[in-house]
């Protein structure tokens, strides 16, 4: 199966070091527990009761993710919210095997909102769309269309004073971003990074820095890779998994979950010379 070859390749003992062993009952340990977690996003399960059920009846398929028993559906629950940390290390790490098989020529940043309009923790928040109620999902994708760094927010955030965050420890020799982005410490921030920045111009700054022609080509020729990227990580990815668990960490950790399981399989299709998004995407059908 696809989902467990991924989960044996990249979320395993190569990615994240074994824990030490210790006296008494094991439980299931954080390995396991973060395969279960990847596991259940590569597969589209969208709540904790559904992973819990699929494991029951695909037996073969917990002993494969290293699992004696299956865990209750609160020991799940526990789980998306502890591993959070664990996750975005994981995530670090395979986006640093991207970036070692293919280079970062751009990197091009967008938010997406995540509505919820009944979680305690979401916020009213404003996109080129309209109000919402809920999270933003704020991103960096490469010149493939692929998560570099992503954070979820509550939905009042601003997108400008995230940009810093989402390129930092990264490479790239563009960074390409819309006018919600443009600010001088933005444009501090990436050429910290040794990136040129190529932010569109807010008129509302009042400033009379201007794109020059072939930035203002380069940014309508990748903004799309961002925009196709929303579109996969909501609608396949996560495919509304969000709007069912209650709280901002889980809703982040089952968001980063997804994250790692497209670029996992990324750096298997890349290392099969495939380069495209659309190929890439074809994990998620």
Not at 50 to 70: C, D, F, M, N, P
Not at 104 to 129: N, Q, R, V
Not at 240 to 259: E, F, H, N, V
Request: glycine share 6%; with cysteine; charged share 25%.
């Amino acid at each position: 199966m696809e989902a467990c070859e991924v989960i044996r390749l990249f979320v395993n003992k190569a990615v994240v070091s074994a824990e030490p062993k210790r006296r008494g009952n094991p439980g299931f340990g954080r390995l396991k527990a973060l395969r279960v977690l990847v596991y259940s996003r590569l597969k589209g399960l969208e709540n904790d009761t559904r992973i819990v059920e699929h494991l029951k009846k695909h037996t073969w398929v917990a002993r494969t993710l290293g699992l004696r028993s299956v865990p209750d559906r609160t020991t799940v629950g526990r789980w998306w919210r502890r591993y959070l940390n664990l996750l975005e290390e994981v995530f670090r790490k395979i986006v640093g095997m991207l970036e070692q098989i293919t280079p970062t020529t751009h990197l091009i940043a967008d938010s997406t909102p995540l509505e919820d309009l009944y979680d305690l923790e979401a916020e009213w928040g404003y996109t080129s769309e309209g109000w919402f109620r809920g999270f933003k999902l704020h991103s960096v994708v490469n010149q493939l269309g692929l998560p570099m760094n992503a954070v979820v927010t509550p939905g009042n955030r601003y997108d400008s004073p995230i940009l810093p965050s989402l390129i930092e420890d990264l490479e790239a020799e563009y960074v390409l971003a819309d006018a919600g982005y443009d600010s001088e410490s933005n444009i501090k921030a990436v050429k910290a990074i040794g990136a040129i920045p190529v932010i569109a111009v807010n008129p509302r700054n009042g400033r009379r820095r201007r794109l020059s022609r072939a930035e203002a080509e380069l940014l309508r020729a990748k903004r799309y890779l961002v925009e196709q990227f929303n579109g996969l990580v909501k609608n396949q990815v996560l495919k509304q998994c969000w709007t069912r668990p209650k709280g901002i960490t889980k809703k982040a950790s089952m968001t980063m979950a997804g994250l790692i399981g497209i670029d996992a399989n990324a750096v298997r299709a890349l290392i099969q010379d495939e380069t495209s998004l659309k190929t890439v995407s074809k994990y998620w059908t």
